[in-house]
């Protein structure tokens, strides 16, 4: 069975501090790869994919996520988070095969102005 | 387009009583979840549907939980009885299916589900 970890259930930044949060995943076979973001008071959206390619992606907002395969990570970074940013992250790996979807149960991102 | 609807998104009810979700996705998507999501915690897949057969239903509690996907296109979830532990956020989702999508997945609102 597959599941994903992540590494900080809660993290707490000042504006400009960099962003670095930690996603992997145990499965052995072809994965797609997202982060989703919650926004207080809003839907879960897409924040970025991986499912071919170049192995690092930008997303929306500045974020980016980079693949690795020898270690199962997709890890997220943004290099100078905002105020604006503060928001629950979900890491989500998709097994290609079956068409299933394993989340992590997320980080809490605070981001004091 | 049209994002995914849920409805109520709100629901308080009393343990042993039974409560219904209903769910539409975005038009042309072929695949749909529901998801509990329990405070704390991501998202858990209870069912996923690909038009109207089910695909995964291995995480659903088969004996309280039931869940119908009619003609393809809009989903209800039912609990019957509910327990103190079904207090949670039910969330549905819709993707495309096909070579060349990446399951990427479209959320709706959710529905929040409190049992006393």
């Known amino acids: 069975a597959q599941s994903v970890s992540q590494h900080n259930h809660h993290v707490i930044l000042s504006e400009a501090a960099s962003l670095e949060l930690g996603c992997n995943y145990s499965y052995g076979g072809t994965v797609n790869l997202f982060w989703y973001v919650q926004y207080p008071g809003q839907h879960l959206q897409l924040l970025l994919k991986?499912?071919?390619?170049?192995?690092l992606v930008k997303g929306i907002k500045g974020f980016e996520a980079e693949f690795i395969k020898s270690k199962f990570s997709f890890n997220l970074r943004k290099p100078s988070v905002q105020w604006s940013d503060t928001a629950e992250y979900f890491c989500?790996?998709?097994?290609?095969?079956?068409?299933?979807?394993?989340f992590g149960d997320g980080t809490t991102l605070t981001v004091k102005p | 387009e049209a994002g995914v609807a849920q409805s109520p998104r709100y629901k308080i009810i009393e343990k042993r009583q039974s409560v219904a979700f209903w769910c539409n996705p975005i038009?042309?998507?072929?695949?749909l979840y529901w998801y509990q999501q329990i405070l704390g915690q991501g998202p858990k897949l209870l069912i996923q549907?690909?038009?109207?057969?089910?695909?995964?239903d291995s995480q659903l509690p088969k004996d309280r939980f039931s869940a119908e996907r009619l003609k393809g296109v809009d989903s209800t979830l039912k609990i019957q009885p509910a327990k103190l532990e079904d207090s949670a956020v039910y969330l549905c989702a819709s993707s495309r299916m096909g070579t060349g999508y990446s399951y990427e997945q479209y959320f709706g609102p959710g529905t929040r589900l409190t049992v006393t």
């Open positions: 549907f690909q038009n109207n057969g089910v695909v995964d």
């Open positions: 038009s042309g998507h072929a695949t």
């Open positions: 989500a790996v998709t097994d290609t095969n079956a068409g299933k979807s394993t």
């Open positions: 991986y499912f071919s390619g170049d192995p």
